[in-house]
């Protein structure tokens, strides 16, 4: 009922920086916590970071805090991470979720099975 759309990963150098777009449609009235996940070759999905339905509370992993950060349009049914000084451990194919109102809520955000809706995934590669 909710389906999601992520763009933006590509081929980045060491230090750069990428924007990751994440568009939402269908019921995302019935939604609340958005989050990012990432997964490279081999390794278990882990959470990125994850943005309240107002904005106001934003989770990031110890990985990430500092270089990302994460937010959301409701306007225009998008999330965003804009991530900076990249590093050659960040890539993975990131993938971008929705959870359920009433789910995801607080800490239970950085929980990979309180979300519900998941993109298709976008790849992310940075070169050392």
């Known amino acids: 009922q909710v389906h999601l759309v992520e763009a933006g990963g590509g081929l980045v150098q060491a230090g750069g920086s990428l924007r990751l777009s994440c568009a939402a449609s269908?019921?995302?009235?019935?939604?609340?916590?958005m989050g990012w996940f990432r997964q490279a070759p081999g390794k278990e999905r882990e959470f990125v970071a994850a943005?309240?339905?107002?904005?106001?509370?934003?989770y990031y992993s110890d990985s990430v805090k500092g270089r990302f950060t994460i937010s959301r349009d409701n306007a225009k049914n998008t999330m965003y991470l804009q991530a900076n000084s990249l590093k050659p451990e960040d890539t993975a194919v990131y993938f971008c979720?929705?959870?359920?109102?009433?789910?995801?809520?607080?800490?239970?955000?950085?929980?990979?099975?309180?979300?519900?809706?998941w993109g298709q995934g976008t790849q992310v590669t940075v070169s050392s």
């Open positions: 269908g019921r995302t009235f019935s939604t609340n916590t």
């Open positions: 943005i309240s339905w107002s904005g106001h509370r934003t």
């Open positions: 979720a929705a959870a359920d109102t009433g789910r995801a809520m607080g800490f239970m955000a950085l929980r990979r099975l309180e979300y519900t809706y």
